[in-house]
């Protein structure tokens, strides 16, 4: 039976099912026809238009908890054609490096073995979007568009044009939030339509909105009919086969890559499995956020940044199976509070605060940012881009975070902060423009959020602390015996652990016997920190005293906060309270 298709141009191109249509149908594409064939399709209620919908993946990679999809394969009977478009762009790809891209891609890769063993498959296309839909609507008449927000106003062009693109033909938009708890603008809204600009402030904001919304269901797959593109699209954009590999776009793995993180849905729930059970054995020892109250540098990889960022894992599914699990452990005494996942808060605390801001990643043309005299330094921005300041816990960070794409966010507080106010006095619009390209995580709000929060808070005198926030001190604390350096910074291998953190410190007998000579094997270090910071806090102390008063901006909360965020030690007040003293 095939379907009667009135005229081939657009506006008459409605595929409209005869009376006397049998109840099974099948979609195929009938390419001399040059438009849709439904046989053997469920199909109960007649006289109704065949609808077309696509899932347009940008983010939110994955089936699970996936609103949007539910949108796309509900309602009347519908061919789907599930898609993700190259346009540059879209997913962050605009600045990306090697390990980003793979990760990405491997997230698609899983996407598209989903579907395929379903009985599709990911629709992996290059173009421009607005190009793409309007050329489905001509060919196929697509009648809906689904998509999951994208809440950062960079997309904001893109999804316009998309979004008029599909009005002047009639085609339904649907956006879904997913990406975030909560809908970053409704947030802002409950602020009296203000960004609030500490994370307490967020905090109570979020507090009168109620708990963010559950999971959706699974998809339930009975009756969907996966399309299939017509050739003359597919000779039109370039369609791909198979998922691309990284060096298609030009990328080529950094030399000495430690393939650490894979992407994916598949993967993620796996670490999701994995992380809930070290959740509730902390649970159970009455410690919350074990991820960050311990940090392990050289621990299996249990992050879920890069699959949150891409959406392969649901953070209202992550949230909400720890929230489940600190109930079903407590037995609800104490109740889970916001505390309990306090990172994927944070997470929201920087989306929304960029939600009506294009400016964001800057600093002069940013309202919410203080703006900072930084110094241009090339040669310093370059040796620490490289690993090479000389100071190994910052190097080992820089080579761990180009050749894996990933590093525990005490240590991107630690090159952060050194990169900043802490040591070279150098912009944060540099060093996020170096962690959106490496880091498999990055994210434009979220990324420039951090950076502003570590560095920019110029009336946070705690961030002043030379001694806890010094590039030796810190990695100590954390890695005691050295084997993070070792790792990264093999030249050092061979060195006692009493001059790991201060090679330069090393008897030249010694540097001979461990096989690095310093300044030769391994660089001498660039600045003499305690010089270096106390000239820099000088530096913050004339912007305090050249403000009148404190400018609305984004900041800690309070003290504590900064001690937690930065993982300070609990002494850290008093010592600050005697320096200034
Ligand atoms: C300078 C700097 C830049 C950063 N850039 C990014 C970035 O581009 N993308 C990114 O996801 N994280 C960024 N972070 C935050 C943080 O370092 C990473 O999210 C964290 O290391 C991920 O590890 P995890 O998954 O083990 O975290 P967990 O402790 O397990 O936290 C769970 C999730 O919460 C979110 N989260 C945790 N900490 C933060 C935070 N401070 N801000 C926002 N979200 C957070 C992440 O999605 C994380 O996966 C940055 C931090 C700093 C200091």
């Known amino acids: 039976m095939r379907i009667q298709c009135i005229g081939r141009s657009p506006p008459h191109a409605r595929v409209i099912v005869p009376r006397e249509a049998p109840v099974t149908w099948t979609a195929t594409y009938a390419p001399a026809l040059g438009a849709p064939v439904i046989q053997q399709r469920q199909w ?101 568009v689904c998509f999951e927000q994208d809440c950062e106003p960079i997309w904001n062009e893109r999804d316009q044009s998309v979004r008029a693109t599909c009005a002047e033909r009639g085609v ?74 990284p060096e298609y776009f030009g990328l080529s793995q950094p030399g000495y890559g430690l393939v650490r993180w894979i992407g994916g849905e598949t993967r993620a729930l796996q670490h999701l499995r994995e992380r809930l059970t070290q959740e509730e054995q902390a ?16 621990g299996p990889p249990t992050s879920q940044s890069a699959a949150l960022r891409y959406g392969c894992l649901s953070v209202r599914r992550f949230y909400w199976n720890l929230h489940d699990l600190f109930n079903a452990v407590s037995q609800g005494d104490p109740p889970a509070g916001l505390n309990i996942s306090g990172q994927l808060i944070w997470r929201e605390y920087f989306y929304t605060m960029s939600v009506y801001n294009p400016h964001y990643a800057e600093m002069s043309a940013n309202p919410i ?13 370059e040796k620490w881009k490289k690993g090479q300041t000389g100071f190994p816990f910052i190097d080992a960070a ?79 604390r954390l890695d005691p015996w050295g084997e993070y350096i070792k790792r990264y910074v093999p030249e050092l291998r061979n060195l006692p652990v009493e001059y790991l953190y201060e090679p330069w410190k090393a008897p030249l007998d010694v540097q001979r016997d461990a096989g690095c000579i310093i300044g030769d094997h391994y660089p001498e270090r660039i600045v003499d920190h305690q010089r270096a910071s106390n000239q820099n806090r000088q530096y913050m102390e004339n912007i305090r005293n050249s403000l009148l008063e ?32």
Request: glycine content about 6%; hydrophobic content about 40%.
């Open 283 to 298: 649970f159970r020892k009455g410690i919350i956020l074990p991820n960050q109250s311990r940090p392990d540098l050289l």
């Open 44 to 144: 109960p209620t007649m006289n109704r238009p065949v609808q077309m919908s696509v899932l347009w993946f940008r983010h939110g990679l994955r089936l699970h908890d996936n609103p949007a999809l539910l949108d796309a394969i509900s309602g009347p009977p519908s061919m789907f054609f599930p898609i993700f478009i190259f346009d540059g762009e879209s997913a962050g790809t605009k600045v990306i490096g090697f390990n980003r891209m793979r990760f990405l891609l491997e997230s698609l890769a899983d996407l598209d073995r989903q579907l395929r063993s379903r009985g599709g498959r990911l629709w992996l296309l290059r173009g421009d979007p607005s190009k793409i839909f309007q050329r489905l609507w001509e060919e196929l008449a697509l009648t809906k």
């Open 398 to 476: 820089m080579r761990q975070l180009v050749s894996e794409g990933w590093i525990h966010h005490v240590a991107r507080n630690s090159v952060a902060c050194f990169l900043t106010r802490g040591d070279l006095w150098i912009s944060w619009e540099d060093g996020l423009a170096f962690f959106l390209e490496h880091l498999i995580d990055a994210d434009w709000s979220v990324c420039a959020g951090n950076w502003m929060w570590v560095s920019s808070s110029a009336f946070e005198q705690l961030l002043d602390c030379s001694k806890c926030l010094c590039p030796v001190n810190y990695g100590r």
């Open 550 to 581: 404190q400018p609305a901006h984004c900041c800690p909360s309070n003290q504590d906060e900064v001690r937690q965020f930065m993982w300070l030690p609990d002494e850290c007040v008093g010592h600050i309270t005697a320096k200034i003293a």
């Open 369 to 381: 940012c203080l703006d900072v005299p930084w110094d241009k330094n090339p040669t310093f921005l």
């Open 172 to 245: 339904r938009c649907e956006e879904f939030v997913s990406h975030t708890l909560w809908d970053p603008k409704a947030v802002i809204y409950a602020n009296g339509g203000l960004p609030p600009l500490t994370y307490q402030m967020f905090l109570h904001t979020v507090s009168t909105l109620g708990e963010p919304p559950r999971p959706v269901e699974d998809p339930d797959w009975t009756g969907v009919t996966f399309g299939t593109l017509p050739p003359r699209l597919v000779k039109e954009f370039q369609v791909f086969d198979e998922v691309p590999k």
